[in-house]
């Protein structure tokens, strides 16, 4: 049996498409922020698989204010989207996340469409959370967590964000650090 080789002077073969595509800077780009995204999609979609349904009733709740005591129910929302941010004084993504929350509540000051309000999970006391909430300079309204509310809301980690419509129907679910045009995009987009 004799071994048939290519003749060093046959023409190579045309580039198939994928070779064509990624021969250009713009098809190299594309291709890998398209696998990002399908990537940062997966990863989303996997860590929100436990929280409340898109379109789906937040559960009734009557959050307490740390800094007065008043009672806020979130039947009585009004705005057309509200901003619910769940989260604990140790978790280090929080931290991070709070100028965000803090610039989404600056947006929302003065207007009637959009709200922001957050809920302190897992605090020992009031006057330590109201500590840190000075220590941190927190400017957004900080209510009260109760494990109930926790599992009402499905919240296992922290930070968990929900925003809701006027009607108190879920619009989308976050969990983990999200930037500040990503939570603009989901107060105004449906």
């Known amino acids: 049996m004799s071994k048939s080789t290519a003749s060093p002077d046959a023409p190579s073969p045309p580039p198939t498409r994928w070779q064509r595509l990624r021969s250009t800077w713009w098809g190299r780009w594309g291709v890998d922020l398209l696998v990002l995204a399908i990537i940062f999609w997966a990863i989303t979609s ?8 898109r379109d789906t009733p937040a559960p009734p709740a ?17 705005a ?5 941010y769940f989260w604990a004084t140790w978790c280090g993504v929080c931290k991070a996340q709070s100028p965000v929350i803090s610039a989404m509540h600056r947006h929302a000051e003065g207007r ?12 020992s006391d009031r006057d330590t959370l109201r500590a840190f909430v000075d ?5 957004y309204p900080v209510y009260l967590g109760t494990d109930a509310l926790g ?13 809701v ?5 879920v619009r ?6 999200t930037p500040r045009i990503g939570l603009y995009a989901r107060l105004h987009l449906l």
């Open 46 to 53: 996997y860590q929100t698989r436990d929280l409340i349904e």
């Open 62 to 78: 009557t959050l307490i204010n740390l800094a007065d005591g008043s009672e806020l129910k979130l039947d009585d929302l009004t």
């Open 80 to 84: 057309d989207r509200t901003l619910i």
């Open 112 to 123: 009637d469409d959009v709200d922001v309000i957050s809920v302190a999970m897992d605090w």
């Open 135 to 139: 220590e941190n300079d927190i400017d």
């Open 151 to 163: 599992k009402g809301f499905n919240v296992s980690s922290y930070p968990t964000i929900y925003i």
């Open 165 to 169: 419509d006027n009607e108190r129907r």
């Open 172 to 177: 989308h679910s976050i969990i983990g650090y």
